[in-house]
């Protein structure tokens, strides 16, 4: 059975680096054509694809968030890890990780999500 | 990035209805095109994959079609628990982009 669940900050502050941890259970990060990404929801608003790490340490980013952020994974804890950089409100969002497949690129598992707000 | 639009955004439609969703991409992303359902407050849930291909444990009601840009959801019997905001996204190229969605309410 496959579980995924993001921790990290529900408040940050503008300019303070987002540092999220998805903890896993149910596969390995080490197993060919896997990979772990995270997506963002604005409240109301449509999904936004941020980063995506594979087995193979391949990392994928999203153009317009590049400079910003950051994927890692932690193999032998289940863990991967997204930072994002100079967090700004229009950044206040549900984060999603999301268990994923290298062939044909699908999510097919995901965390329940947290909030996180951007606020002084 | 593949830009992915969505058509309608929103939709009524009544218990037993037949629905069509479309999504067109920018350019051509061959089948690599996956639908998901998103009820309120919880996370997406993937339907189709591959254009076609419906994911293990979802309702044959639900079915994928098309190829190169032009792709369509179909319900073929509405269910009380298929009103919700349904996505698509594309696996083509990185970034991997979603559609605005599409939200199925009540008539």
């Known amino acids: 059975q496959i579980t995924l669940k993001e921790s990290g900050p529900t408040l940050v502050k503008p300019t303070q680096t987002l540092t999220l941890t998805c903890t896993f259970s149910?596969?390995?990060?080490?197993?060919?054509?896997?990979?772990v990404g995270w997506i963002r929801q604005p409240p109301g608003k449509a999904l936004q694809w941020l980063a995506l790490i594979f087995w193979d340490d391949d990392k994928r980013y999203s153009p317009s968030l590049r400079s910003r952020l950051t994927i890692t994974k932690d193999t032998s804890q289940n863990q991967v890890v997204l930072t994002m950089t100079n967090m700004d409100p229009v950044d206040t969002a549900t984060y999603y990780c999301?268990?994923?497949?290298?062939?044909?690129?699908?999510?097919?598992?995901w965390g329940q999500g947290t909030l996180v707000t951007v606020s002084s | 990035d593949i830009q992915m639009t969505q058509s309608p955004s929103s939709l009524s439609a009544s218990i037993g209805d037949r629905v069509t969703i479309t999504c067109r991409a920018s350019?051509?992303?061959?089948?690599?095109l996956n639908w998901y359902q998103q009820t309120s407050g919880k996370a997406p849930k993937l339907l189709i994959y591959?254009?076609?291909s419906l994911q293990s444990g979802v309702p044959s009601r639900f079915s994928g079609s098309g190829y190169g840009t032009d792709f369509t959801l179909t319900i073929s019997s509405l269910q009380p628990e298929d009103f919700a905001t349904y996505f698509c996204q594309q696996s083509y190229i990185s970034p991997w982009t979603f559609g605005q969605g599409t939200k199925v309410e009540i008539k």
């Open positions: 999301a268990h994923g497949h290298y062939d044909l690129g699908r999510f097919d598992y």
């Open positions: 350019q051509s992303i061959i089948n690599y």
């Open positions: 591959a254009a076609s």
């Open positions: 149910g596969f390995s990060l080490s197993t060919s054509g896997v990979g």
